[in-house]
């Protein structure tokens, strides 16, 4: 064979063994850094959500305000401390004819069973609320503040879903409202009087809204927006006719006043665009379910009042709503000395 094809093929197979070498030791040193990186940092993992253990549950205190505060308070309050809410059957019968509430109810006969833990709320939210002990817990009291629930805003709305038959019953009225009106903006107007009539002079030492608390509110509301519709809802629906202005034929009188049938006025405010409020938790609801800009009567007790051991302004309405400060004038004279 020619000397120089014996050279060739020697020279081809050593370079052939030299890169079959180099691939061998390529895969070694890249197999090498793996085990090193997987070595040197922990390996990730994803936690999944740790299930809801033990029962809460609360008192079913009140009217449709109360109502709602208090399960809108625990449902938070069970979710901050890992724990599943139940609501009684009252509660139940009462809230779910208005909204789709989900919480699961708790029947009477295990209510009655368990050996609770009772945790009275005040109403507002304290640092000692994050750490709550306990697998049976019963809460009591009438929370309503926006300082439990805010931080689940959309969470509490959800909840609070009207059925379908109660929504388009509220669109048809404001449809009707409309008419062939162009840029109309609808705001729910909730005049709260009945028993605070006699229970804030003479308990709390305060008072309800006025008529120039109402003036000046609506008055914001009409500067503001080229044709805004008052709706107006309320359990003395005879003062209101006779103190609330309509000479401008943009207040709509709609509320049947009658406090044991709610769902319909309460839809109606929380379906308009803004709100003008009193006082009380139906009002505090119905504006915070209707998003929007929110108008309420502030600083309605006397400093000395005990209704401030009890409530707190800031606690109770948040701070993007515009507070309109009380008259207390009638207060004021009457305790002055003859």
């Known amino acids: 064979m020619n000397k120089y094809l014996l050279w060739f093929i020697g020279v081809t197979m050593i370079s052939f063994i030299l890169n079959v070498s180099d691939i061998f030791t390529y895969k070694r040193n890249i197999n090498m850094c793996k085990d090193i990186m997987n070595h040197s940092k922990p390996h990730s993992t994803i936690e999944m959500p740790k299930p809801l253990t033990g029962m809460w549950t609360v008192n079913t205190v009140g009217r449709l305000g109360n109502l709602m505060g208090e ?6 309050l069970a979710k901050l401390n890992g724990r599943q809410a139940y609501i009684l059957p009252n509660m139940h019968s009462q809230l779910a004819k208005i909204f789709r509430i989900k919480l699961p109810v708790i029947h009477q006969d295990i209510f009655d069973r368990i050996k609770w833990r009772k945790f009275v709320l005040h109403d507002w939210m304290s640092e000692e609320y994050r750490h709550i002990e306990g697998e049976y817990v019963y809460f009591s009291g009438t929370p309503c503040s926006f300082t439990f629930y805010h931080h689940l805003k959309e969470e509490i709305l959800q909840e609070f879903t009207f059925h379908d038959l109660i929504k388009e019953e509220s669109y048809e009225y404001l449809n009707n409202v409309r008419g062939d009106k162009k840029n109309v903006t609808f705001v729910g107007v909730h005049v709260r009087r009945g028993d605070y009539l006699t229970v804030m002079p003479n308990v709390w030492k305060g008072v309800v809204a006025d008529k120039g608390y109402l003036k000046k509110a609506m008055d914001y ?20 006719k006779q103190n609330i202005n309509n000479s401008f034929g943009d207040v709509h009188f709609a509320g049947d006043g009658k ?7 309460f839809a109606l405010l929380a379906h ?11 009002g505090i609801w119905a504006s915070y ?11 309605y007790t006397l400093p000395d ?3 401030l051991k009890v409530f707190k302004y800031e ?24």
Request: glycine share 6%.
């Open 71 to 76: 399960y809108a308070t625990l449902y938070s």
């Open 221 to 240: 509301f009409r500067n503001k927006y080229e044709n805004p519709q008052f709706i107006v809802t309320s359990n003395g629906m005879d003062w209101c």
């Open 259 to 265: 406090e044991r049938s709610p769902s319909r006025d």
């Open 272 to 282: 308009c665009n803004h709100t003008i409020m009193t006082i009380g938790t139906f």
């Open 289 to 299: 379910l209707a998003g929007g800009e929110t108008i309420y009567l502030t600083n």
């Open 305 to 307: 009042s005990p209704f």
């Open 315 to 338: 606690a109770a309405f948040p701070p993007e709503w515009i507070g309109i400060p009380a008259d207390l004038s009638p207060l004021l004279n009457k305790e002055k000395p003859k």
